[in-house]
């Protein structure tokens, strides 16, 4: 990773954490804020999935669901320790990755992303009609959680900074990832899985491990998302939201981290722009699906780049 | 006795009926995915357009008979421009293009039809009425003719396949564009009429079960998740296996609707295809390397 880049980042942290310093940052915006960087985060950690291993899940929704409804269900029940509730997701949704990358990574192509919804489908259908977390309604009016006893997450303001360094913290996890060794395997594997298998590497392994590093980062984004919505609904695991996270990284660009952060964060704000003058955004975004996928196949940074580690990486 | 004829036997007639309609749905998708190597997201919308451009022609002719005919047909051909607009310009790209960009096309149908009709349940009533004692029971007329015109549907679609110059043309470009294209068929029209077809067929099934069901914008996006699993189980690509798997779907959906809380039934129907894909990973009829 070079020093420019480096710098890049540092600049860009610096900005959002002098983002609320800004003066019509109300709290409105605080929270359109902290949404765009959430999912900029997930999209972020699905591009290591799609981008770099040519992996296409369509059940991140899932994992992001059962971090929300992790922490909810312990908001509820009075464990407002931010770090039981963080650690309660990670658990909760690393042993149903461990599921479900087990067997969806045994498959290719379009099958891996049929496995990945048909399991998270089938969560959604649990936590839809099991009336102890809810049923359709979910958990609702959770309290906020606490970072240690007596100080707690409950101003937009802290939330904001609670999602700032998770994505930071994520981000510097993702690049390192991709630029180690074990990122060039994942590379390999997209480019070519058979030689990559020829060449002696437990494909399998390093796809399921890829996997749970995605689907665990996924679910930490969903741990703190009860924080700024006090609720866990079912409607956060439906199939079409994992349909929107693939849209975030391919609007963003796939195979360069920085791009599905961005994008993310561009459909959070078109969906917000668009549907305060009109009720058919969904109509809008889905124009700029398609328009993105005929005339930019590569996102907003793609541009620049080539996909992964082509030629824009062996001049850098 | 009174229970195999007064619950079991309409159950599976039911399932049956059913089935037969799914596989109206799945047979498109299927025959897609093998042509374009594209999941076809924006499938179920097509399903939904046929119901909905079926109210719109009964609205001006006041004849379910006349929408039967004239709706797929408008269906069509809003497939085939969307194929020739969209998809073509895919063909030489990653079929993760294809999917993503049906993902948008699905978004903007049923946006599309919530504006124009809104997103009220809306029911068609069934144009034909009445019961016909079968069996010791008696069973809704429309659903014996649903049943029959599905089974003709499927029959016609086998003939179509295996006794016409153009089924045949289609199943080659199936098994390999490259050379079909070499032996001088022009294979992006192979490729528009076939996704016109496909829309047709989706409206279709779209119309003819809409007596049973509501009509509403969101209608295919629960179709659309059956028809995915009945595509996988039959084997991806291989239609005489999506039809028997509709079939086996749509039975086993209303016998454990029986015993079970339906919502479970959705749970019990993806476990069955997660044990088949652990056994089976290439459904039951699944040839080896289809898109692997």
Same mark, same amino acid.
């Given at each position: 990773?070079?020093?420019?880049?480096?710098?890049?980042?540092?600049?860009?942290?610096?900005?959002?954490?002098?983002?609320?310093?800004?003066?019509?940052?109300?709290?409105?915006?605080?929270?359109?804020?902290?949404?765009?960087?959430?999912?900029?985060?997930?999209?972020?950690?699905?591009?290591?999935?799609?981008?770099?291993?040519?992996?296409?899940?369509?059940?991140?929704?899932?994992?992001?669901?059962?971090?929300?409804?992790?922490?909810?269900?312990?908001?509820?029940?009075?464990?407002?320790?931010?770090?039981?509730?963080?650690?309660?997701?990670?658990?909760?949704?690393?042993?149903?990755?461990?599921?479900?990358?087990?067997?969806?990574?045994?498959?290719?192509?379009?099958?891996?992303?049929?496995?990945?919804?048909?399991?998270?489908?089938?969560?959604?259908?649990? #936590?839809?009609?099991?009336?102890?977390?809810?049923?359709?309604?979910?958990?609702?009016?959770?309290?906020?959680?606490?970072?240690?006893?007596?100080?707690?997450?409950?101003?937009?303001?802290?939330?904001?900074?609670?999602?700032?360094?998770?994505?930071?913290?994520?981000?510097?996890?993702?690049?390192?990832?991709?630029?180690?060794? #074990?990122?060039?395997?994942?590379?390999?594997?997209?480019?070519?899985?058979?030689?990559?298998? #020829?060449?002696?590497?437990?494909?399998?392994?390093?796809?399921?491990? /890829?996997?749970?590093?995605?689907?665990?980062?996924?679910?930490?984004? &969903?741990?703190?998302?009860?924080?700024?919505?006090?609720?866990?609904?079912?409607?956060?695991?439906?199939?079409? /939201?994992?349909?929107? #996270?693939?849209?975030? /990284?391919?609007?963003?660009?796939?195979?360069?981290? &920085?791009?599905?952060?961005?994008? &993310?964060?561009?459909?959070?704000?078109?969906?917000?722009? /668009?549907?305060?003058?009109?009720?058919?955004?969904?109509?809008?975004?889905?124009?700029?699906?398609?328009?993105?996928?005929?005339?930019?196949?590569?996102?907003?940074? &793609?541009?620049?780049?080539?996909?992964?580690?082509?030629?824009?990486?062996?001049?850098? | 006795?009174?229970? +195999?004829?007064?619950?079991?036997?309409?159950?599976?007639?039911?399932?049956?009926?059913?089935?037969?309609?799914?596989?109206?749905?799945?047979?498109?998708?299927?025959?897609?995915?093998?042509?374009?190597? =594209?999941?076809?997201?924006?499938?179920?919308?097509?399903?939904?357009?046929?119901?909905?451009?079926?109210?719109?022609?009964?609205?001006?002719?006041?004849?379910?008979?006349?929408?039967? =005919?004239?709706?797929?047909?408008?269906?069509?051909?809003?497939?085939?421009?969307?194929?020739?607009?969209?998809?073509?310009?895919?063909?030489?790209?990653?079929?993760?293009?294809?999917?993503?960009?049906?993902?948008?096309?699905?978004?903007?149908?049923?946006?599309?039809?919530?504006?124009?009709?809104?997103?009220?349940?809306?029911?068609?009533?069934?144009?034909?009425?009445?019961?016909?004692?079968?069996?010791?029971?008696?069973?809704?007329?429309?659903?014996?003719?649903?049943?029959?015109?599905?089974?003709?549907?499927?029959?016609?679609?086998?003939?179509?396949?295996?006794?016409?110059?153009?089924?045949?043309?289609?199943?080659?470009?199936?098994?390999?564009?490259?050379?079909?294209?070499? +032996?001088?068929?022009?294979?992006?029209?192979?490729?528009?009429?076939?996704?016109?077809?496909?829309?047709?067929?989706?409206?279709?099934?779209?119309?003819?079960?809409?007596?049973?069901?509501?009509?509403?914008?969101?209608?295919?996006?629960?179709?659309?998740?059956?028809?995915?699993?009945?595509?996988?189980?039959?084997?991806?690509?291989?239609?005489?296996?999506?039809?028997?798997?509709?079939?086996?779907?749509?039975?086993?959906?209303?016998?454990?609707?029986?015993?079970?809380?339906?919502?479970?039934?959705?749970?019990?129907?993806?476990?069955?295809?997660?044990?088949?894909?652990?056994?089976?990973?290439?459904?039951?009829?699944?040839?080896?390397?289809? +898109?692997?």
């Amino acid at each position: 990773m070079s020093r420019v880049s480096s710098w890049r980042g540092a600049l860009v942290l610096a900005a959002l954490v002098a983002l609320p310093a800004l003066p019509f940052m109300s709290k409105f915006y605080l929270l359109l804020a902290f949404d765009a960087l959430l999912f900029g985060a997930i999209a972020m950690s699905l591009d290591l999935l799609i981008g770099y291993t040519g992996l296409v899940s369509f059940g991140h929704a899932a994992f992001f669901g059962l971090g929300a409804y992790s922490t909810a269900i312990l908001l509820e029940r009075g464990v407002v320790s931010l770090w039981a509730c963080l650690g309660f997701a990670v658990l909760v949704v690393g042993l149903y990755a461990l599921l479900v990358s087990y067997f969806a990574t045994a498959r290719r192509g379009i099958y891996f992303a049929l496995l990945t919804l048909v399991f998270a489908e089938v969560v959604y259908t649990f #936590f839809r009609y099991t009336q102890t977390f809810g049923g359709s309604d979910g958990i609702q009016g959770v309290p906020p959680a606490q970072l240690v006893p007596g100080v707690a997450i409950d101003t937009p303001l802290a939330n904001y900074y609670a999602v700032i360094v998770y994505l930071a913290l994520a981000y510097a996890l993702c690049r390192v990832l991709v630029t180690s060794h #074990f990122g060039k395997v994942l590379v390999a594997i997209r480019e070519n899985e058979d030689r990559a298998r #020829f060449l002696g590497y437990n494909v399998q392994r390093y796809k399921m491990a /890829v996997c749970m590093i995605s689907a665990l980062l996924t679910g930490v984004g &969903g741990a703190l998302y009860p924080g700024r919505s006090a609720f866990a609904t079912p409607d956060l695991m439906l199939w079409t /939201v994992s349909g929107e #996270f693939i849209i975030m /990284v391919m609007i963003g660009g796939l195979g360069t981290l &920085g791009g599905p952060i961005i994008g &993310g964060a561009f459909f959070v704000l078109l969906q917000e722009q /668009v549907s305060s003058y009109v009720d058919w955004y969904f109509m809008v975004i889905g124009l700029v699906l398609v328009f993105i996928v005929l005339f930019m196949p590569r996102g907003l940074l &793609g541009f620049r780049r080539m996909l992964g580690f082509g030629q824009w990486r062996a001049t850098a | 006795m009174d229970y +195999l004829v007064a619950i079991l036997l309409p159950q599976l007639l039911h399932g049956l009926v059913f089935g037969a309609a799914l596989g109206l749905l799945a047979l498109g998708l299927t025959v897609i995915f093998g042509l374009l190597g =594209v999941m076809n997201f924006a499938h179920g919308e097509l399903y939904m357009l046929g119901a909905y451009a079926g109210i719109a022609v009964i609205g001006v002719t006041q004849s379910f008979w006349v929408a039967l =005919v004239v709706a797929p047909l408008l269906v069509g051909v809003v497939g085939a421009v969307t194929e020739v607009a969209t998809l073509r310009p895919l063909y030489r790209r990653e079929p993760l293009y294809g999917l993503i960009l049906t993902f948008g096309l699905a978004l903007v149908f049923r946006e599309a039809v919530r504006q124009i009709w809104g997103g009220d349940m809306r029911r068609i009533l069934p144009p034909i009425t009445g019961s016909t004692p079968l069996l010791g029971m008696t069973y809704p007329n429309y659903r014996l003719f649903l049943l029959g015109a599905s089974s003709v549907l499927l029959l016609a679609i086998w003939l179509f396949f295996t006794q016409t110059r153009a089924g045949i043309v289609v199943r080659a470009a199936v098994q390999d564009a490259e050379m079909l294209d070499g +032996l001088g068929v022009d294979v992006r029209r192979v490729f528009t009429l076939t996704f016109a077809g496909s829309a047709a067929l989706a409206a279709l099934a779209g119309l003819l079960l809409a007596p049973v069901f509501t009509v509403y914008p969101q209608m295919g996006v629960e179709m659309i998740l059956l028809a995915f699993i009945v595509v996988i189980l039959g084997g991806m690509g291989s239609m005489g296996g999506s039809v028997v798997a509709a079939v086996v779907i749509g039975l086993t959906q209303s016998l454990f609707s029986l015993w079970m809380n339906p919502q479970r039934v959705a749970i019990a129907i993806f476990g069955i295809m997660i044990v088949v894909l652990v056994v089976r990973p290439r459904g039951f009829f699944g040839r080896e390397g289809v +898109l692997e």
